[in-house]
């Protein structure tokens, strides 16, 4: 499988913005679920953003309102770009993808980068 590789992490300061990419190729079909999820060390991994192949998309409460998931299949791009950035934001992000059974949610990933960190000082 070809590994899923994150950009685009940095440190900003509370209010501004970052905008993750992830080079996703051959995880953009109808056969997978595609996300985002953060884990701070630690702590348990938590799940943020989900797009099916047909641009459907799922948040969970942290990401709601603040961030936003897309893809571009004809790049084999996933983004996720966050607005409003929090010190409690500060982890590190991870995408991921799953094989596609029932609804496409940001939960029980099975496949992931290494991440990207993201820093927001306040």
């Known amino acids: 499988q070809v590994p899923l590789v994150e950009s685009g992490g940095g440190s900003v300061q509370a209010g501004g913005s970052l905008r993750l990419s992830c080079a996703a190729s051959?995880?953009?079909?109808?056969?997978?679920?595609v996300g985002w999820f953060r884990q701070e060390p630690g702590k348990e991994r938590e799940g943020l953003a989900s797009?099916?192949?047909?641009?459907?998309?799922s948040y969970t409460d942290p990401a709601a309102g603040r961030f936003t998931i897309s893809k571009d299949n004809g790049k084999d791009t996933l983004y996720l770009q966050m607005d409003n950035l929090k010190p409690e934001d500060t982890a590190m992000y991870h995408c991921?993808?799953?094989?596609?059974?029932?609804?496409?949610?940001?939960?029980?990933?099975?496949?992931w980068g290494l991440g990207t960190q993201v820093t927001v000082s306040s």
């Open positions: 991921a993808a799953r094989r596609r059974g029932g609804y496409c949610t940001p939960t029980n990933f099975n496949y």
């Open positions: 051959g995880y953009l079909s109808r056969s997978y679920c």
């Open positions: 797009i099916d192949y047909d641009g459907i998309t």
